[in-house]
């Protein structure tokens, strides 16, 4: 009873504390059993119950065994991960078609083909912490960093690879005649604050070197937290007079981009529309499969277990997680398993 009131506390600090980093971390271990890897380990652990370490492990529970390697494998298989991701990355795609065939014949002028990008007043980048931990797939190599020293190397390719994605949006905005401020939420974490500035101007050098003004860029460190993202955005327009007198942006005007991961684009879209933000999607990093190949060796492929897709299982259902518990809290609007939020989608 003790340890369970103390789970509970806890749960209920992470609802009142939700940016505080000690809390972040024991959320974190508190839903690590969520996650496929998490619920294997802690299944292998029930079947060690009955375990007498004097005679050995004859008496394990096979049950939980076969319930645990179930776990893994499926979770493990690349079709079930493409299937899992595939779905959640294609939900802006979806609401934003099925919003046109609905307005139609009623409010066409309301749903531009394409988004106005020329009335983008700023760009949220939301992203990993460059101080990170990154897997070996992910590293650069240290010869390479020797031969070709470069600032961008201590980044995360994935990271770099969002941040010249946001380039691209900020030159096709600066064509459509919009200024827009860049934000950036993976700022540094590590270090004392000599540090973090010099890892901070890492992140701005590879903006700056792709045509963003110096100016226009802002970097902060809270990572993938959406909820944070969309009050630091908020702040930031109303610095610029783009809030009119209730807080929120100019209705049907002023737009947010948001340059996110495919994966978490519907709960930071979402996010930002509770907080009365007008969306223009600028989705990344698609790991799905529209399953359209006729290779028979390679569909056979994706039922041979790997660990980049328990990897990518293992974010399906992180996200699903982070999605629900945003709803729980009250920061995103109401849903259905259609999402019928109106946000706008930037063609690629």
Not at 242 to 256: F, H, I
Not at 263 to 292: H, I, K
């Amino acid at each position: 009873m003790f340890g369970g009131a103390i789970i509970l506390a806890l749960i209920f600090l992470s609802f009142a504390f939700t940016g505080d980093p000690t809390i972040s971390a024991i959320r974190r271990i508190i839903s690590f059993p969520l996650t496929p890897l998490g619920a294997t380990i802690t299944t292998l652990l029930f079947s060690f119950r009955d375990v007498s370490f004097e005679n050995g492990f004859k008496k394990i529970n096979g049950q939980w065994v076969a319930i645990a390697f179930v776990i893994l494998v499926v979770s493990s298989l690349p079709l079930v991960a493409r299937v899992l991701v595939n779905q959640a990355e294609q939900s802006v795609q979806r609401a934003y078609a099925e919003q046109q065939g609905i307005c139609q014949d009623v409010c066409p002028a309301d749903i531009p083909e394409a988004a106005p990008l020329g009335q983008i007043v700023g760009l949220v980048v939301l992203g990993d912490n460059m101080d990170a931990v990154r897997t070996p797939a992910e590293l650069s190599s240290r010869i390479e960093n020797t031969v070709t020293p470069s600032p961008a190397a201590s980044l995360s390719p994935i990271l770099l690879s969002r941040l010249d994605s946001a380039s691209r949006l900020y030159g096709r905005v600066q064509q459509a005649g919009g200024a827009p401020f860049v934000m950036v939420t993976a700022g540094p974490v590590v270090g004392n604050s000599e540090r973090r500035t010099q890892k901070e101007q890492v992140l701005r050098q590879v903006l700056i070197n792709n045509g963003v003004p110096d100016a226009a860029i802002s970097v902060n460190r809270n990572g993938l937290n959406a909820r944070e993202a969309m009050k630091d955005a908020q702040d930031l327009l109303e610095e610029r007079g783009q809030l009119d007198g209730d807080g929120t942006s100019q209705l049907n005007s002023n737009r947010v981009a948001i340059v996110a991961p495919a994966l978490t684009m519907r709960r930071a879209a979402l996010t930002f529309e509770e907080g009365d933000l007008q969306v223009v999607a600028w989705p990344t990093n698609f790991y799905g499969s529209d399953f359209s190949t006729d290779d028979t060796l390679a569909l056979l492929s994706d039922l041979v277990p790997n660990v980049e897709a328990l990897r990518l299982t293992t974010a399906y259902v992180e996200e699903t997680t982070a999605l629900i518990g945003y709803f729980l809290r009250g920061w995103l609007p109401e849903i259905d398993s259609q999402w019928s939020e109106i946000v706008e989608l930037v063609p690629q």
